[in-house]
């Protein structure tokens, strides 16, 4: 889930120190969306102003809804929206870190706080380009940092940004920050499960493998995104779903939910990030 650099994240699509699963689309029967079909069914305005959670959460349903995810695919997806972000795109934050938890989530790039402390000295571009520098797609200095993290699921990586900007037909590599935008990062959703990592809609109706695409690598984690997704699968069913769920075992209220991510007013590494060793 986004944490601030302090908390600890449950696992998820950003740094480490091998190569992300995500950057081919599974086979064995995954059997992704192809490009030109996501083109068609991902129709509409690509751009737009959305700021309130419902909004947003309004926009990544459509989107769902267009490319034919089932309602129980679409509740899980947005429990790991919920987690990853609270609906409100954002970039990653790599001047937030910490050094004991770069050590921590990263140890065979930063084997003490020392080495940690030394990079973060130089300040993030130089950090982004040592978590995720030479892999992803990032194949020129300073793409670890313009390739960060952004959106509702932190998108991270120039091959991500390129193979999905294509799919739903936005520039993502030449514009990496629309991936903030509420529309697009709306329309991204989609593409990220069905082109990026090879599944079909039907694939994401088991809520421990969104899970494990997505984030929670800590039991806890895990539990409350099962009992998020079980809320908002409730609301679509009873076409309420433009209010926030409860958090599940944080009890957050949904005000609380949608003024800051779930743990932090900060965006670290995801869930994901961790999780992939991205």
Do not use: C, H
């Amino acid at each position: 889930s986004q944490t601030t650099p302090s908390a600890t994240p449950s696992s998820g699509g950003g740094g480490g120190s091998s190569a992300p699963a995500a950057t081919t689309p599974s086979s064995g029967g995954g059997g992704g969306t192809s490009p030109t079909k996501f083109a068609e069914t991902a129709g509409g305005a690509v751009t737009g102003k959305v700021t309130a959670q419902g909004g947003n959460k309004q926009l990544v349903l459509s989107e769902l809804q267009k490319a034919g995810f089932s309602e129980k695919a679409q509740a899980n997806i947005l429990a790991q929206i919920q987690e990853e972000s609270g609906f409100k795109p954002r970039p990653e934050e790599l001047d937030k870190y910490k050094p004991e938890t770069l050590v921590r989530l990263w140890p065979k790039k930063f084997p003490n706080i020392e080495a940690a402390k030394e990079i973060i000295a130089k300040g993030p571009e130089a950090l982004g380009d040592v978590l995720y520098g030479g892999r992803m797609g990032n194949d020129k200095p300073g793409d670890g940092y313009k390739y960060r993290g952004r959106g509702f699921i932190q998108l991270t990586g120039k091959d991500a940004y390129a193979r999905i900007g294509k799919a739903i037909g936005v520039d993502l590599v030449n514009n990496p920050d629309l991936a903030n935008d509420p529309a697009v990062a709306a329309k991204i959703i989609p593409a990220f499960f069905t082109i990026y990592k090879g599944k079909r809609p039907e694939q994401l109706e088991d809520i421990n493998a969104v899970n494990s695409l997505v984030g929670s690598a800590d039991m806890k984690s895990r539990e409350k995104r099962i009992a998020l997704a079980q809320s908002f699968q409730s609301e679509i069913s009873s076409g309420s779903s433009g209010s926030s769920p409860t958090t599940g075992s944080t009890g957050s209220s949904p005000s609380t939910v949608a003024s800051a991510p779930t743990t932090g007013s900060s965006i670290a590494a995801t869930s994901s990030q961790v999780a992939t060793g991205q």
